[in-house]
T-cell receptor, first 113, second 113 residues
Framework: DAGVTQSPTHLIKTRGQQVTLRCSPKSGHDTVSWYQQALGQGPQFIFQ???????QRGNFPDRFSGHQFPNYSSELNVNALLLGDSALYLC????????????FGQGTRLTVV | AQSVTQLDSHVSVSEGTPVLLRCNYSSSYSPSLFWYVQHPNKGLQLLLK??????LVKGINGFEAEFKKSETSFHLTKPSAHMSDAAEYFCVVSDTGFQKLVFGTGTRLLVSP
């Protein structure tokens, strides 16, 4: 059983560019959440997708957007990249029940230069 | 809003000695609490979870945590540290409703021979 898979593993982009990160959830999971982890900090919640809709959003600007597909996979898009967007982006999948644990992918390391 | 406070940014132990990582939480509801571990340049791995069943929760790799409502604590322990336990540990509370995870700032566990 494959766990949560993310692609790519590493990415280097230039300020002002746009980036798309991808996530395939663990088999059987229907909810995907995205987190940003800056160096030396704990992950911060970006948003969560359930039934192809954004269900909850953290304190991130509209430059951050996402999508969930019918097969539950998800994309995170970031427009107009800033140097401060450099971070590890983590995808978590779960069932739609807060008592269930979320399972995380290995993350995508984004570097903005 | 729910939050967690990890009381130590770094904990150093010798191999074979007990481990104690401290976490206090703040929640207006019956919380779901988790401990995750992150090895360098890796994603997050679930160690254990508390979801209002038994207050003493056993996890993987010999770790356990005790939920104490009167003290609003959820400390992580292990009887005997192993070199492979060296990593960053995050105490996490699940927000109400849709399972937004709120992370503590992390505790770095250092294990010396």
């Amino acid at each position: 059983d494959a766990g949560v898979t993310q692609s790519p593993t590493h990415l280097i982009k230039t300020r002002g560019q746009q980036v798309t990160l991808r996530c395939s959830p663990k088999s059987g999971h229907d909810t995907v959440s995205w987190y940003q982890q800056a160096l030396g900090q704990g992950p911060q919640f970006i948003f969560q997708y359930y039934e192809e809709e954004e269900r909850q959003r953290g304190n991130f600007p509209d430059r951050f957007s996402g999508h969930q597909f019918p097969n539950y996979s998800s994309e995170l898009n970031v427009n107009a990249l800033l140097l401060g967007d450099s971070a590890l982006y983590l995808c978590a999948s779960s069932l739609a029940d807060r008592r269930q644990a979320a399972f995380f992918g290995q993350g995508t390391r984004l570097t903005v230069v | 809003a729910q939050s967690v406070t990890q009381l130590d940014s770094h904990v150093s132990v010798s191999e074979g000695t007990p481990v104690l990582l401290r976490c206090n939480y703040s929640s207006s509801y019956s919380p779901s609490l988790f401990w995750y571990v992150q090895h360098p340049n890796k994603g997050l791995q679930l160690l254990l979870k508390y979801t209002s069943a038994a207050t003493l929760v056993k996890g993987i790799n010999g770790f356990e945590a005790e939920f104490k409502k009167s003290e609003t604590s959820f400390h992580l322990t292990k009887p005997s540290a192993h070199m492979s336990d060296a990593a960053e540990y995050f105490c996490v509370v699940s927000d109400t409703g849709f399972q937004k995870l709120v992370f503590g700032t992390g505790t770095r566990l250092l294990v010396s021979p």
